[in-house]
């Protein structure tokens, strides 16, 4: 803060801290004189003891407060001078001690209050100021901050406190997002940015920040593009290396796995794996059979590791009073267990066995003692062979709202609808579009997840409160499914899938073309000239007309479109002739189903000889095209866990199936002058004809559909992904029908034919990419579930026999032409866990994000509002 220089109050202060120095000393001689030379009690030497030190004290506070005041730290130079004045007694020797820290307390005072002034402060300055004036009416630096305060020149009256503390939270976070600029931390940077526009929404270097941070991720992906580009092309030209088999010198060891550690599972391996050597029974109790096999069990546990885990745990239970009578008497008869006796008391006559494992001699027990035994997750318990059911107990659990969803049943609709049989027709058999089913009931929800049906369970959801009633065993899998719901964090899963396609054409050809007029050779009776085209591909004179200025070269006709004659390589394939596309393209491009010419190559270059009458020219054809085709479809979709996600970016394609052949009149005579809409007029009379009509449609969606299934795991970082994405395009109709034609004649009378009817059958070519997998993935990362490499090579040698196999002059009786087309097509799929803001859970390191901004926790620091102002 500017402080105004104050030449009196120095100077008084510095000479009352002169005369200050010497008072404990007078303090000292003063009282020494009192009591007329005697002794001083013990009381008064206490006090006197207790003041010397309070007066330390508030020396010492004296001086920690000028050096606070010193370094502008006023706040606390107030405090420490204000601490000073308490401790410093109250005698007439210090009065000009506690004048010189009155006057330092209304300068610090004086200089908060201006400091308050400018954060906007303005009860506390006026509070501070009021302070030093009633101690001080005549205090001009405590009235001139008052002056500055009613000023509204000087002081803002719209400023506040919170404006200053957003003021400085505004400066930090852009001095923090352009260093995290500057390190290429773009999401940090950022997240400061958002931070800064939630203070000031208006804040201009905020947006022009993130303008900078989204072209500086813009180059990345640019060059990411590139690199992309790239590696999948020379995936291509990896393909072709066959790789060599490793050699294994040890055998792999499969058996890694370890069984369960807990539960029911747990206990069914151990009923298998312990072994009994020797079991001797006779006229023994289940009592003492079971401590028998509890002991043992401890003694032959061998895989089990830790002493407090090994053996099985038994329990003997009674029947319950409620069973039936009936069911009891006759198993009582029976010489079995009766409705109230105890199962411990019953007796096995004789049972001898050796090495049987101990599931095997817990059967042989219940079977001579009709009991049964059930495993449960922590022991087994033997209960009467009558007894069928278990206790039914009632409990409410507190659930969320979304508690089915969450745990896996939500009721999304399909997005599916039943396709209309006539799609122009209206009414009930319209498509109606996605619609969203029913939510289960929670009772069939529960049972997905592993309650078992028991007779008279039930269980009700009513708003946030579940009550059930069930056994014991199916209400404690209850109480762990709802903590497994409550506990967690609304979490869903957002899902990017990549369709990546790259593509390149490459297209060399290097070929040569002779025409060689007659000439002769001896007296014009022997002559030398060029040979015909036959089955090979025609040239035109566009070809080579306009090669050589003002020189008409025999063979070459000047009308337009007229083939050319002597040629010597006119079996060389060039153009289109050496490349061609055998596919559906092919068949789309040319939906008439005409024949399609084939032009050569281009000539580049041209040489004329001539040769007493005639001439030779020579035309040189060469091609070299690159061509790269990329597409990339990002289809993304947010679901909850367990819950199934669909998007459609679509549009209903309603293509014919089905034609009605057409309709042809029975016969035509007379001349025909034409035929107009449809029909034919044929000596003054009209001849309706129908073309093909189509009579039943289909619906097709083109574009974009996905569908996915995530499944979160407990470590909120693995996640399970069933999905489906598809990819429809619509590429275009081959025309299946031939036109319908007629032979007629002209007016003159000359034959011809008609065409009655195009006849067109048209049928759509869709293209699809599609994947329908399962996978598990980690949050935030990217894998590649898919992908098609390809490549066509077409290799084009031709050559003219005998002057083709020349040295080096062979070379120009020669054509080459190479054509290579890669493709690679890599499907991606991102996953990655967000919280109910959007918000991932992880940051780009991995590491849990906690609330947006600069630091973790969202706080800001508290190390002054504002820095000091400069003298």
């Known amino acids: 803060m ?134 001080d009416e005549g205090n001009v630096d405590a009235k001139r901050v008052n002056e500055w305060l009613d000023d509204p020149i000087r002081t803002n009256p719209a400023l506040t406190y919170e404006h200053t503390e957003n003021v400085d939270t505004v400066r930090r976070h852009l001095y923090l997002a352009e260093g995290a600029y500057n390190l290429g931390k773009y999401d940090d940077a950022f997240g400061h940015y958002e931070t800064v526009i939630r203070t000031d929404r208006f804040n201009k270097a905020a947006r022009r920040g993130m303008e900078r941070v989204a072209q500086a991720k813009a180059d990345y992906y640019r060059a990411a593009y590139d690199h992309t580009r790239a590696e999948l092309l020379a995936q291509v030209d990896a393909a072709w290396e066959l790789a060599v088999p490793p050699i294994i010198t040890q055998p792999l060891d499969t058996n890694t796995q370890n069984g369960p550690t807990t539960g029911t599972q747990y206990i069914l391996e151990k009923l298998r794996d312990i072994t009994i050597p020797i079991i001797d029974f006779e006229d023994t109790s289940v009592e003492e059979a079971i401590d028998f096999l509890r002991l043992r069990s401890r003694e032959l546990d061998v895989k089990e590791t830790d002493p407090s885990r090994k053996g099985i745990n038994f329990v003997v239970r009674k029947p319950r009073a409620g069973a039936s009578g009936d069911a009891a008497l006759d198993a009582d008869a029976a010489g079995g267990l009766g409705a109230t006796a105890d199962p411990g008391a019953l007796r096995i006559k004789e049972l001898r066995l050796r090495n049987v494992p101990l599931a095997e001699a817990l059967k042989y027990i219940c079977d001579a003692t009709r009991l ?105 899998l209850i109480e762990s499914l709802v903590e497994s719901v409550v506990q967690g964090t609304p979490k869903q899963v957002k899902i990017s899938t990549k369709f990546v396609e790259i593509s390149q054409e490459n297209t060399d050809e290097l070929g040569f073309d002779w025409i060689v007029s007659p000439f002769g050779l001896s007296a014009n009776s022997v002559f030398l000239g060029g040979g015909t085209i036959g089955s090979g591909q025609t040239r035109t004179n566009a070809d080579f007309i306009g090669t050589v200025a003002q020189t008409t070269i025999p063979g070459v006709p000047a009308a337009t479109g007229t083939n050319v004659t002597d040629i010597v390589t006119g079996g060389l394939r060039s153009g289109d002739g050496a490349i061609n596309r055998n596919n559906i393209d092919a068949v789309l491009n040319n939906p008439n189903r005409t024949a399609q010419s084939a032009s050569p190559a281009p000539g580049i270059a041209a040489l004329t000889g001539l040769f007493s009458d005639g001439q030779v020219q020579l035309i040189m054809r060469g091609l070299a095209q690159k061509k790269g085709t990329d597409l990339m479809t990002a289809p993304s979709v947010t679901a909850r866990s367990t819950e199934k996600a669909t998007i459609e970016i679509i549009r209903e394609f309603i293509y014919p199936t089905e034609y009605e052949p057409p309709e042809l009149p029975n016969s035509i005579g007379g001349s025909v002058s034409g035929g107009l809409g449809g029909g034919l007029s044929s000596g003054g009379g009209i001849f309706p004809v129908t073309p093909a009509t189509p009579t039943s449609f289909e619906t097709r969606n083109t574009g974009v559909t996905l569908e996915i299934e995530p499944t979160i795991g407990g470590n909120d970082f693995v996640i399970d992904l069933r999905f489906a994405p598809d990819i429809v395009e619509f590429e275009g109709f081959v025309n299946y029908g031939s036109p319908i034609q007629s032979p007629a004649t002209d007016f003159l009378g000359n034959p011809t034919t008609v065409t009655i009817t195009e006849n067109r059958i048209e049928m759509p070519v869709f293209s699809s990419r599609r994947v329908t997998t399962a996978l598990t993935i980690y949050d935030g990362y990217t894998v590649a579930v898919g992908g098609l490499m390809r490549e066509d090579v077409q290799t084009v040698e031709d050559k003219v026999p005998v002057f083709g196999d020349l040295p080096i002059v062979g070379r120009l009786f020669q054509t080459k032409a190479e054509n290579r087309i890669k493709s690679n097509l890599i499907i991606f799929v991102t996953a990655q866990i967000i919280d109910a803001g959007g918000k991932p859970l992880r940051d780009s390191s991995g590491n849990l994000t906690g609330t947006a901004g600069g630091t973790a926790d969202g706080a800001v620091s508290t190390d002054g509002v504002l820095p000091p102002i400069s003298q």
């Not at 592993?450 to 039930?458: K, Q």
């Open 372 to 476: 049964r035994y059930k495993v449960d997750e922590y022991a087994v318990t033997l209960v009467p062979g009558t007894e069928t059911d278990e206790d039914l107990f009632t409990r409410s659990f507190s659930v969320p709202p979304d508690f089915i969803a969450r745990l896996g049943g939500g009721g999304g609709g399909d997005g599916a609808a039943a396709p209309d049989a006539d799609p122009f027709g209206g009414g009930d058999g319209a498509a109606a579009g996605a619609s969203l089913k029913a939510r289960p009931k929670i009772a069939d929800v529960l049972k997905e997840k592993g309650v078992t049906d028991v007779p008279g369970a039930s269980a009700t959801l009513t708003g946030s409160s579940l009550v059930v009633r069930n056994t014991p065993t199916n209400i404690d």
């Open 2 to 135: 500017q402080k105004t220089p104050n030449n009196r109050t120095c100077k008084t202060a510095a000479t009352l801290m002169a005369l200050a120095a010497v008072m404990p000393v007078t303090l000292t001689v003063a009282n020494a004189g009192e009591g007329g030379g005697g002794g001083y009690s013990s009381l008064a030497q206490k006090e006197m003891i207790r003041r010397q030190n309070a007066v330390s004290d508030a020396d010492r506070l004296l001086a920690e407060g000028r050096e606070a005041y010193a370094k502008e730290k006023y706040q606390e130079a107030v405090g420490k001078y204000k601490e000073a004045l308490g401790v410093l007694p109250d005698a007439p020797m210090v009065e000009d001690r506690r004048k010189v820290l009155v006057q330092h307390l209304a300068d610090a005072s004086t200089a908060l209050a201006d400091s308050y002034r400018r954060m906007g402060k303005y009860d506390e300055a006026r509070a501070l100021t009021a302070d030093v004036l009633v101690h």
